[in-house]
Structures are given as C-alpha cells and as structure tokens.
C-alpha cells in the first residue's frame, strides 16, 4: 500500500479504489504459491549460511524483511547442528581472519579478528574456536 500511496500522491486518485485491486493482486500471488515466507525463510537461511552468516544476523535480516519469529526458528532448525561453526569458519575464510591469517601475524590480529567474529553475531566461544584453530575443517 506504501506503493499505492506514492503513486496517488504523484498521479492522484483515491486510495479507496486502490486497496481492491491490490487485495485481488495479493490473492493470485497467494494463489500461485509466491508469497510463501517459509520457503522464502528457508532460501534466505541457506543462502546467508553460505555467506558466512552468524544465526543472530540472520535471524536480524529476516525479521527486517517481515518473517516471523517462528517462521525463522523452523527454517533455522532444519539447518545441520553444527552450521554455525561452519559459517564461522566461512566468514573467517573470506575475511581472511585466524587460521587464513599469515602464521607470523595471527597472534598480532588476535583480538580483531576475535572482534570481528563477535560483530558479524558469533558467540564468544565459536569465535574462540575459529581463530585458536590449527587445523582448517574440509568443509571450510
């Protein structure tokens, strides 16, 4: 409706004419299975896993699109236990923090990458684990 009421505020018209059309509208892209926020909770979580996203931001990103509360938790649930460590170790890799880091300066950027970690959501134990670890997982 936000749309709507750009529109008529720049072309003119009623609102009141507006709001049957866009219901109808609503209705067949109901209708046709495109307005399914589950689904789309579900892409939007693997996606963001995939990028290296931390449950708490992902969680942020989908309540700022209008998904709710439980729609994430179930879409969040069918993930592996153990993605968030995975999406740890994936940002890690793309910023290029802890085990990535040269072996010369990693004690130097400790507690940055530390930071880093815990401002993309990461808990401080998972952050911890990531950038104390020697080996770097397969999957990573």
Do not use: C, N
């Not at 219901?23 to 892409?43: C, F, M, Q, R």
């Not at 460590?85 to 994936?90: K, P, S, V, Y």
């Not at 970690?117 to 080996?135: D, H, P």
Request: glycine share 8%; no cysteine.
């Amino acid at each position: 409706m936000r749309k709507v009421d750009r529109s008529l505020a720049h072309w003119g018209g009623e609102r009141d004419e507006a709001t049957p059309m866009v219901e109808a509208v609503i209705a067949k892209l109901a209708g046709l299975g495109y307005l399914d926020d589950a689904a789309y909770a579900g892409t939007k979580v693997r996606g963001l896993r995939r990028k290296g996203a931390s449950t708490r931001l992902i969680q942020a990103a989908l309540a700022a699109k209008g998904v709710e509360a439980e729609t994430v938790a179930a879409a969040l649930a069918e993930q592996e236990p153990d993605s968030e460590l995975d999406a740890a170790f994936t940002l890690a890799r793309r910023r290029r923090l802890g085990p990535w880091r040269p072996a010369d300066k990693r004690a130097e950027f400790r507690a940055k990458d530390l930071a880093a970690l815990g401002r993309a959501g990461f808990s401080w134990e998972t952050a911890r684990a990531v950038i104390e670890a020697e080996e770097i997982p397969s999957s990573a």
